[in-house]
């Protein structure tokens, strides 16, 4: 279970600050579970690895490329899934449980990021994911209209300016029509929304970031926070906040959550695979 120190903060909408992000690593460390228990070590440590960077990028916001890769590292830590995994009979059961929105992806890392938006949006019953992208309305304006974040932009899929406005406007519209709706719970759409925006286009400033294929202080990426560098480092962090709060949600059945790579020396993950660390095939 969650310790109840922590319940406040996680039932809280606002984003806590590093501090506050710190004590809750300090206090998920005090969970006996976290230790001893090799089928929710998958879990915890997600959620303390998670609140750790996630308060590094809070506590460097004034450098906004280093908020933005801190943040995305967060993000790793909870959809990262240790490469054995990947051959059970589990794994093959989560992939053909979320719809066919792309192809079956061939590198392991969009699969794992896909899987975790599949998994965490089914979570989202009482609309927290929706409330944040209301919230961020204008930031995802900002994303899906920048073309140097299309990837049909540069898949030489979408050249003129009559078509980058198309694709922008159908990714808007999508988006805006999601949040118009009712607050009646849709998992698929709200996937859509999320594969979009996160996997789709913030993973294409990550890429520019992580491998150096934009330049530092000359490029447009800062714009005062107003650009599209900014607008996605808002949209992630608060994203990644929104997926903290709702993992916390299941505490209770945390063997859901599969083992991560590089567990813990000396933890109980901390040795060869095993497939009994992983729930039961229903």
């Not at 899934?81 to 989560?94: D, P």
């Not at 050249?159 to 990714?171: F, G, L, Q």
Request: hydrophobic share 40%; charged share 30%; with cysteine.
């Amino acid at each position: 279970m969650i310790p109840k120190p922590l319940t406040e903060v996680f039932s809280r909408n606002e984003m806590p600050n590093p501090a506050e992000l710190e004590q809750v690593v300090v206090e998920l460390k005090k969970q006996p579970k976290h230790y001893s228990d090799d089928k929710t070590q998958g879990y915890y440590d997600r959620l303390q690895r998670a609140c750790s960077w996630l308060a590094k990028a809070k506590r460097i916001a004034v450098n906004p490329e280093a908020e933005f890769i801190f943040a995305w590292i967060a993000l790793n830590a909870l959809c990262g899934v240790r490469k054995e995994v990947l051959t059970t009979e589990w794994w093959e059961k989560e992939q053909k449980s979320h719809p066919a929105f792309r192809r079956p992806q061939k590198y392991r890392v969009l699969a794992e990021l896909e899987w975790f938006l599949w998994h965490i949006t089914s979570l989202d019953i009482d609309n927290l994911l929706r409330d944040v992208i209301k919230r961020r309305f204008s930031d995802l304006k900002t994303v899906v209209r920048t073309r140097f974040l299309m990837p049909d932009f540069w898949n030489w899929k979408c050249r003129t300016k009559e078509d980058i406005k198309n694709a922008a406007d159908d990714s808007e519209r999508r988006i805006r029509d999601f949040i118009s709706e009712s607050s009646v719970f849709d998992q698929e759409k709200l996937y859509w929304v999320l594969s979009e925006v996160i996997n789709g286009r913030l993973r294409i400033l990550r890429n520019q970031l992580f491998h150096g294929c934009a330049t530092d202080t000359h490029s447009k990426r800062h714009d005062a926070g107003g650009g599209e560098l900014g607008a996605g480092t808002r949209i992630l962090t608060d994203m990644i906040w929104a997926f903290i709060t709702l993992m916390t949600t299941e505490s209770e059945r945390a063997s859901y959550w599969p083992p991560i790579p590089f567990p813990r020396a000396d933890s109980p993950q901390h040795q060869q695979f095993d497939v009994s660390w992983m729930s039961p095939m229903s």
